[in-house]
């Protein structure tokens, strides 16, 4: 069975300071691994990464893969108190019965002014 | 980028009726759309693969009985709960697959269910 594990669960960090969270999975026949940002309501798409050690970036996010060490992580630099969401990480693995994605349990991120 | 509708946002119902909620693919064909449960600060059941033509497929411990799922165009799927019970009381979430620079996932804004 696909596993997703996110840490920290939770972190408060100010106003300028950066962070770093994490996404470790074990998936059947990897094909992607996306972060998405959950605000109120529906999760708001950030990266898909498919190669390892290919930063991707985005302003103030970035993200990387290692496919061989089976994780992932997302940087918020100058973080702002927009940046206070549950992040989420999914994992896509090509199954027989169709792909599909396996959540993590998210990191929630409380940016104080 | 891609941009998926769901309606309605919210809806209020009493037990034993039947709610349909609708996905929309707004400026995209999807061939494949999703159909997400969540509880309040958890992440994301899976819940059925919805393909456009063809039957969905449930995932293990979902009843596709009381979960009805339509994917009867390229942009349009719903998902109906039928005989609704205020344990089915959730927020739904629906997302659809494009392949842009690769296959990626986008969620519509999501339906808030109530059953009193």
């Known amino acids: 069975e696909d596993k997703v594990v996110q840490s920290p669960l939770s972190l408060v960090v100010h106003e300028g300071d950066t962070v770093t969270l994490n996404c470790s999975y074990e998936?059947?026949?990897?094909?992607?691994l996306l972060w998405y940002k959950q605000e109120k309501k529906a999760p708001t798409f950030l990266f898909m990464l498919?190669?390892?050690?290919i930063e991707k970036k985005s302003g103030r996010l970035s993200s990387i893969l290692d496919k061989k060490e089976l994780f992932s992580i997302l940087n918020i630099t100058a973080t702002q108190t927009g940046d206070s969401a549950v992040y989420l990480c999914?994992?896509?693995?090509?199954?027989?019965?169709?792909?599909?994605?396996?959540f993590g349990g998210g990191t929630r991120v409380l940016v104080k002014p | 980028g891609a941009v998926v509708s769901q309606h309605p946002s919210r809806v209020i119902c009493k037990s034993g009726t039947s709610v349909k909620i609708e996905c929309r693919s707004l400026?995209?064909?999807?061939?494949?759309m999703f159909w997400y449960r969540q509880f309040p600060k958890k992440s994301l059941m899976l819940m059925a693969t919805?393909?456009?033509?063809?039957?969905?497929?449930?995932e293990q411990g979902v009843e596709k009985d009381k979960f009805l799922i339509n994917h009867a165009s390229l942009t349009l799927s719903t998902l109906t709960v039928t005989s609704a019970h205020p344990e089915d009381s959730s927020f739904y979430i629906c997302?659809?697959?494009?392949?842009?620079?690769?296959?990626?996932?986008?969620f519509g804004p999501g339906t808030r269910l109530t059953v009193t």
């Open positions: 919805s393909n456009e033509g063809s039957k969905a497929t449930y």
């Open positions: 498919t190669s390892s050690g």
């Open positions: 400026d995209f064909q999807a061939t494949t």
């Open positions: 999914a994992v896509e693995g090509l199954k027989a019965a169709g792909n599909k994605l396996t």
């Open positions: 998936v059947t026949n990897f094909r992607s």
């Open positions: 997302s659809a697959r494009v392949f842009l620079a690769g296959y990626e996932q986008y």
